[in-house]
C-alpha cells in the first residue's frame, strides 16, 4: 500500500510541476515567437525614416490608390467567387445523389496543387491574343475570344485555385452535421430552401467564414498571379519599386498591404458566429437531397470547374513539352540542379520549421495561459503577412540602413541562411498545428508514469512524447517542405545571385515569353505539388469520401 501512495505522489508532483513551464522551455519559446516578429520590426523601421511630406505624397498620390481600388476589388472578387463555387461544390459532394460523388469529392480538391502562377501563364497562353485557344477557333471564323488580361483575368484565374479552401472547410463542417436536425426541419413542412437556411447554413457559417479568410489572404498576397495577369495591385507595384530602387514607396507600400491584411482578418472576425451548433456523427446518408432530373446535369458544375482549373494548365504544359518551336534561348534550359536547389532548401526549411514549431506546440498545448497564446500567434505572424513584405522586411534587415546609417550585413544579405530563415517565419504555423494536434493527443497520464518512474522532464519527453508525436512531427515537416518548393515572391527577391530552383526557373521562362522552357519545371512542380495532397488525404483519412 505504501508503494503505491508513493507512486501516487510521484505522480501528482510531476503534475504540478508539468503545470508550471520550466523556465528554460518559456525562454526558448519567448526566443523563437520573438524571432518570427522580428522581421517586420525593420519595415517599420525602414519606412520611419521617409519625411512625413515625402510620405504623405506617396501614400496619397493617385496610383497608389488605385492600387488599393485594385487590391480590395481583387480580394473582394476572388472571396466571392470562391465562396459562390465552393459551397455548392461542398454541398453537392456531401448531402445529395450526385453521380460518382466520391471521384468529384477528390478532383474538386485538386486544383490546390496547382500554384496559381502556373494557372495565370497556362491561360495566358491558352486564351491570349495569340493563344492556342484562338488557333483552335480561327477556322471556325473567330477572330477574337475575351480578353484575359486585367482585374476580371486576375478573379478567375486566383478563384481557380482558391476556391478549395471554401470547398474544403465547409465539406468538413458539412459532415459534422447533426443529420437529425434537417430530418426535423424537414417534418415541420420546411421546403429545402428552407432547412437550409434555418439549419445548415448556420451550422457552416463559420467554416464558410474561415475558407473565406484563407481565400482572401491568398488573393491579396499572391503576387505571381497579379504580375502576370497585368493587375496593377500593391504585391507587383512593391516588386517594381524594389527593382527600380525605390525602397522609401516599397516600405509605405508594404504597410498599407499590412493595413489590408489586418482589414480582412477584422471583417472575418466579425462575420464569424459565436454561436454553437450541437455537431453529430455526420452519418445520416439517408439524407442526402434526391437531386431528380437535375442528378446528371449537375454534374456539369464540377466537371465545368475541372475542366478549366486542371485540364487547361495540363493542356498547355504538354503542349509546350512537345513542342518543336524554332525559337530557341540555351540560357533558359531546364537543368537538374534547379531541383537539387530547391529540394535543399526545402528540406533545411522544413527541418528548422518542425524543430521551432515542437516547443511552442509543446508549450501551447501543455500550458494554458496567455503567454502560451502569445506565443503561439506570434507564430503565425509570418503566415499571415504576405510573402512579398516579409522579403521586403528581410532585404531592409540584411542590407542595412543608410539613413540611420545601420551597417551592411553582407555575411546575412543575399545567401541560403536569409532565404531558409524566411521560409520558416512565412511556414513554421503549419507544422505548429499540426504538432500542437499531435501533442494534444497524447495522453498526459503516461508522461506522469515516465516522471514517477524516475525520468527528468526531458527523459520522459524524449521517451514518451516524442514517440508518440512522430507522425505529426513528419506531417508538419512535409507540408512545409512542400509549401516552400512552391514560394515565389521569397524566392526571387532573397535568393542568392546565380542559385536558381523550380519557381525562379518558370518566372524566368514565362518573363522571356519562352514558355516551352517553363514546361518541365511547371510538371515537375505539380508533381511535387500533388504530394501534399496526398498528406491531406492521409491525414484526413477516407471519411466522408
Partial sequence: MGDIRSVVRAARGALEREERPPLGLTLLCAGIAAAMVLPLSWLVIEAGTVDPERARELVFRIGTLEVLANSLALTAGVTAASMLIGVPLAYLTTRTNLPFRRFWTIVAALPLVVPSYVGAFSFVSAFGPRGEFHDL?????VDRVPEIYGLGGGILVITLYTYPYVYLTTRA???SLDTT????????????WGTFKRVTLPHIRPAVAAGSLLAALYAISDFGTPAIMRVEVFTRQIYVEYNSFGQEYAALLSLQLLGVVLLVLALEQWIRTDRTVEAGSGSGGETRADLGVWRWPAMLLPGSVAAVSLVVPVWILLLWLTSTGTDRRPSLAFEWSFALNSATVALAAAVVASAAALPIAYFSARHESVLATVFERATYVGFAVPGIVLALALVYFGAGYEALEIPYAPAIYQTIPLLVFAYVVRFTPQAVGTLRSGVLGVDPTLVEAARSLGETPGGAFRRVTLRLIAPSVTAGAALVFLTTMKELPVTLILRPTGFETIVTQIW????????????????????ISGLSMVV????????GL
Fill in 137 to 141: 477557333l480561327a477556322p471556325l471564323g
Fill in 181 to 192: 436536425l434537417i430530418e426535423a426541419a424537414r417534418t415541420l413542412n420546411h421546403t429545402r
Fill in 508 to 527: 524566368r521562362a514565362q518573363a522571356a515569353a519562352y514558355f516551352q522552357y517553363a514546361a518541365v519545371p511547371a510538371l515537375l512542380l505539380l508533381a
Fill in 173 to 175: 463542417a458539412l459532415l
Fill in 536 to 543: 491531406l488525404l492521409v491525414g484526413s483519412g477516407r471519411e
